[in-house]
């Protein structure tokens, strides 16, 4: 069925680079993708959005950037912090609909 | 704030049984979602609710799962005769319905209901 995929299913990085998580999405009639983190024992919780009319959007340390050209979506995280270390999720919807696909998730882990 | 809450936090049960998972979304959210987790995996779409109304059932997995909701509130997501293919944490999330360039479809997450069939 349709799906969001990862590239990388852990990430390591040392405290106070950059990190960058990378997903593929399958559905072309997507318009709206979203990232959320999900830390042990919670539920996701929301980081970005982006549009399809949009290439890049920038938040608190985070930005997504998207390729609608090879249907490719990233989050960076500037300055990576411990308290970044989790499971990253991209999703796709499209508009005019509730449902979301969610992605298998990536792991962060960030190094004191 | 009060956020979305789930209960219970943890189910354990019995192949066969029946088991019955709430969610109570924020206050004035008017779309609720269902999702399946399982172990090391992302989200698994199950259902959403505009208001009372499921417009697509298409995610559940099968004709044992069936969710409510009453009053644009409460939902609740019902298992029959539960199978250990059943075993997954459970999460609800919540979303306004307002305009398009208002994050109209940003969800929170409640905590989950962790389900285990034994």
């Known amino acids: 069925g349709e799906s969001v995929g990862l590239h990388l299913p852990t990430l390591s990085v040392q405290e106070g680079d950059n990190s960058i998580i990378n997903c593929a999405y399958s559905?072309?009639?997507?318009?709206?993708f979203i990232w959320y983190k999900q830390e042990s024992g919670k539920g996701p919780q929301f980081i970005i959005d982006?549009?399809?009319?949009?290439d890049k959007r920038q938040g608190q340390r985070v930005t997504v950037l998207l390729n609608k050209t090879v249907k490719h979506l990233s989050l960076q995280i500037a300055a990576t912090q411990p308290g970044d270390s989790a499971v990253y999720f991209c999703?796709?919807?499209?508009?005019?609909?509730?449902?979301?696909?969610f992605g298998a998730g990536t792991r962060l882990f960030v190094k004191a | 704030g009060a956020g979305v809450s789930q209960s219970p936090s943890n189910k354990v049960t019995e192949k066969g049984k029946d088991v019955e998972l709430r969610c109570d979304p924020i206050?004035?959210?008017?779309?609720l979602y269902w999702y399946r987790q399982s172990l090391g995996q992302g989200l698994e779409f199950l259902i959403y609710?505009?208001?009372?109304?499921?417009?697509?059932k298409s995610g559940l997995p099968s004709d044992r799962f069936s969710a409510e909701r009453t009053g644009g509130s409460v939902s609740t997501l019902t298992i029959q005769r539960t199978q250990q293919e059943d075993s997954a944490v459970y999460l609800c999330?919540?979303?306004?319905?307002?305009?398009?360039?208002?994050?109209?479809?940003?969800?929170?997450f409640g905590p989950g209901t962790r389900l285990t069939v034994t």
């Open positions: 999703a796709e919807n499209i508009d005019g609909g509730f449902k979301t696909i």
């Open positions: 999330a919540s979303s306004y319905e307002i305009g398009r360039d208002r994050g109209a479809y940003e969800q929170y």
């Open positions: 206050s004035g959210h008017t779309a």
């Open positions: 982006i549009r399809s009319n949009m």
């Open positions: 609710f505009q208001g009372n109304s499921a417009p697509d």
């Open positions: 559905n072309s009639a997507s318009d709206y």
